[in-house]
């Protein structure tokens, strides 16, 4: 698959494990999708800029993954709100976050950390669980009937012509709603088999149960997945502004990396290299 431009992936650290890991686990992506690596350092006051340790960890990850040049920023403000400015000025193709494992998506849903995810320009891969993971075999994508869930099928597609990986299609609903179980049923069948039109390993299965994020990473778990994708919802209602969504407890409680993929207009997709 040919490369139209060279993307940036950029990384958000404050020097915990998390975040340290989120580098490492950035190495194979970069190289994949031919991008560059920007590490994004935000303080809060002045001082606090640690640049002496943002060197440090900007060159040993150029040793480690032989990715050169690394490059970083060190900049003044509040973390979730410049991530995503800063994103949106570098028109990054892709943010990686390492999120603490004691930190529940619920606690930080009121603050600004909520709209890091929310209201990224770009996909955003954040990470939970503390296992290094070399490469990606296999994504799982699970599906609903709406709009936005369509769109993240051609990114899967992208990410698996990367990485050669294989796609696993998961189909959850209710067990009270038949018709939406054929509707869905129907969708993920001609989804399989677009997917695999494009030469990329497929299947499909599908759940009955009322516990969506639940049933999705423990599939995920089963599977040995390698990455979970999923798609925001481009507005909350007040019930999910104040209880959370589906989509939002699944990176609360995934220990594997989940892509958020916001919805887009079809010619920013453009940003992978394939033109979709």
Do not use: W
Not at 9 to 35: G, R, V
Not at 72 to 93: C, H, P, Q, S, W
Not at 125 to 153: A, F, M, Q, W, Y
Not at 156 to 175: D, E, K, N, T
């Amino acid at each position: 698959m040919q490369v139209k431009e060279r993307g940036i992936l950029l990384i958000p650290i404050d020097f915990t494990e998390q975040s340290i890991l989120a580098i490492k686990q950035s190495y194979n992506l970069a190289k994949y999708t031919h991008s560059k690596i920007v590490l994004l350092h935000v303080y809060q006051k002045t001082g606090e800029e640690k640049y002496a340790e943002l060197t440090k960890v900007a060159k040993d990850a150029e040793k480690e993954s032989g990715i050169v040049p690394i490059e970083f920023m060190n900049v003044k403000g509040d973390i979730y709100t410049e991530t995503d400015r800063i994103a949106e000025e570098l028109k990054a193709t892709l943010i990686v976050v390492g999120l603490e494992t004691h930190m529940k998506f619920k606690d930080i849903f009121a603050s600004s950390a909520s709209k890091l995810i929310r209201k990224a320009p770009c996909p955003i891969i954040t990470i939970r669980g503390k296992e290094h993971r070399d490469g990606c075999e296999n994504i799982l994508l699970p599906l609903d009937l709406s709009t936005e869930s369509r769109e993240k099928v051609d990114i899967a597609v992208q990410m698996a012509q990367y990485f050669g990986a294989s796609i696993r299609i998961l189909s959850v609903f209710s067990p009270s709603d038949l018709a939406y179980e054929n509707q869905l049923l129907a969708y993920s069948h001609q989804v399989k088999q677009f997917i695999k039109g494009k030469g990329i390993s497929c299947t499909n299965k599908s759940i009955a149960s009322d516990h969506v994020a639940e049933t999705v990473v423990d599939y995920a778990n089963k599977i040995e997945s390698d990455l979970i994708m999923i798609m925001n919802k481009p507005s909350l209602n007040v019930k999910e502004f104040f209880g959370g969504t589906d989509t939002q407890h699944i990176v609360d409680i995934s220990n594997i990396p989940v892509m958020t993929v916001n919805p887009m207009k079809r010619e920013s997709m453009t940003h992978f290299g394939t033109g979709l």
